[in-house]
């Protein structure tokens, strides 16, 4: 079983800048392909960012691409989403989410995911 828990999220004026983090437990992170989504209110959850086990491959949404940036450090078992230039568009619960994979394979499917964290609310203000 993986836990996975979000940091980092709170209240920005548009046009700056957080970084959220997700701590995932177990031995094994770096077998673990891991994304990021986010839910805004009355919509549905969508995808932002992925990257592969080893972080050799990252996929972005375009709505945040050339914004975010994603990446991983297995040392700490940690991958982190890089927001910069928010805009209000950008507000909603970000979710952390893990799958144990061995394929490389860059996963933009929420259904391809196993283990999520409770989300962090990031709010942008216009």
């Known amino acids: 079983q993986v836990q996975v828990v979000e940091s980092g999220g709170g209240l920005v004026q548009a046009g700056g800048s957080l970084r959220l983090s997700c701590a995932a437990s177990?031995?094994?992170?770096?077998?673990?392909?891991m994304g990021w989504f986010r839910q805004a209110p009355g919509k549905e959850r969508e995808f932002v960012a992925a990257?592969?086990?080893?972080?050799?491959?990252?996929y972005y949404a375009d709505s945040v691409k050339g914004r975010f940036t994603i990446s991983r450090d297995n040392a700490k078992n940690t991958v982190y989403l890089q927001m910069n230039s928010l805009k209000f568009e950008d507000t909603a619960i970000y979710y952390c989410?893990?799958?144990?994979?061995?394929?490389?394979?860059?996963?933009?499917?929420?259904?391809?995911?196993?283990?999520w964290g409770q989300g962090t609310q990031v709010t942008v203000s216009s």
């Open positions: 989410a893990a799958r144990s994979d061995y394929s490389n394979y860059v996963r933009i499917l929420a259904r391809d995911y196993n283990y």
């Open positions: 177990g031995r094994t992170f770096t077998s673990y392909a």
């Open positions: 990257i592969t086990e080893s972080g050799g491959k990252i």
